[in-house]
């Protein structure tokens, strides 16, 4: 019987993205079919890979170096679909890696249903991008991408607390500033599939984040540290950069985020 974590290694050593996410979702449905019987898979132990496997397109390129195009294009609309799409599977081996890497800390099983269910439908939204650039007639790996996206992980390699602070409590609420604008960008466009797919990607991604500040908590908790100041300490350590503003506080606030956990990280000093 394969355990949790070898089920995430499998994930994250395969490249192909569509193979990629149906391995996901299935391994997925296996881990809450098994929950519900009352017989739940073992976590386990493995190894990840320092970087997932990725497929040989798209080219990764350096941030500065990937072409800028106007969102009011077709060409900067498929642009800005693929970068969702990028960021998409960047997620699937997040959620992933954040099993095995930190499983010889012992956390509830809550902790592993939570990150399950968001690689779950992180491996959803993925190809929800997928299908809409190729109802634009392209595809993913037509274009080139981003290739810092895995820095986060890298940074946080020996450091749970300091992955949850910067992957779902910065990187992922950023997308929920930003997501409302691309949604408005694709409707004006009557874009009508991917003002859907952007949609069921921003009222998932709140759960996402969410996670994120309650097992940081939890941690915190544990630990007897201030959430708040282990937060700032940590996301001044990995996050290079301050943040930048406007965020969004309601969902920001849905999410578990006050803003006094924030609004001080806009300022580098």
């Not at 089920?7 to 997925?28: F, H, N």
């Not at 881990?31 to 493995?46: Q, S």
């Not at 799409?85 to 997620?91: G, R, S």
Request: aromatic share 10%; net charge negative.
């Amino acid at each position: 019987m394969m355990t949790l974590c070898d089920m995430a290694v499998d994930i994250l050593t395969t490249a192909d993205g569509r193979t990629k996410t149906a391995k996901s979702r299935e391994y997925a449905s296996q881990w809450f079919a098994a929950r519900a019987a009352g017989a739940p898979l073992p976590v386990g132990i493995a190894t990840p890979p320092l970087r997932p496997s990725r497929p040989d397109a798209p080219e990764l390129l350096d941030p500065r170096d990937v072409p800028k195009r106007k969102p009011g294009s077709p060409q900067g609309r498929i642009a800005l679909l693929h970068a969702v799409a990028h960021i998409e599977l960047n997620a699937v081996d997040l959620h992933w890696d954040i099993i095995p890497r930190f499983a010889h800390v012992g956390m509830p099983m809550g902790f592993y249903d939570d990150w399950v269910k968001a690689a779950d439908e992180e491996s959803k939204h993925f190809n929800l991008m997928c299908d809409c650039l190729e109802e634009l007639g392209s595809y993913y790996g037509a274009l080139p991408a981003h290739a810092g996206m895995w820095r986060a992980a890298e940074d946080t390699v020996d450091d749970f607390m300091g992955r949850l602070a910067v992957v779902p409590m910065v990187l992922e609420a950023r997308g929920l500033d930003v997501t409302p604008g691309m949604i408005e960008i694709f409707r004006k466009a009557e874009a009508t599939s991917a003002v859907a797919a952007l949609e069921t990607i921003y009222a998932e991604e709140v759960a996402h984040v969410a996670y994120g500040s309650k097992w940081f908590h939890f941690l915190c908790g544990r630990h007897e540290q201030d959430p708040k100041d282990a937060f700032h300490t940590l996301v001044r350590r990995y996050f290079k950069g301050a943040l930048k503003p406007p965020f969004n506080e309601e969902k920001r606030a849905e999410a578990g985020l006050p803003p006094d956990f924030y609004w001080p990280l806009t300022d580098t000093v």
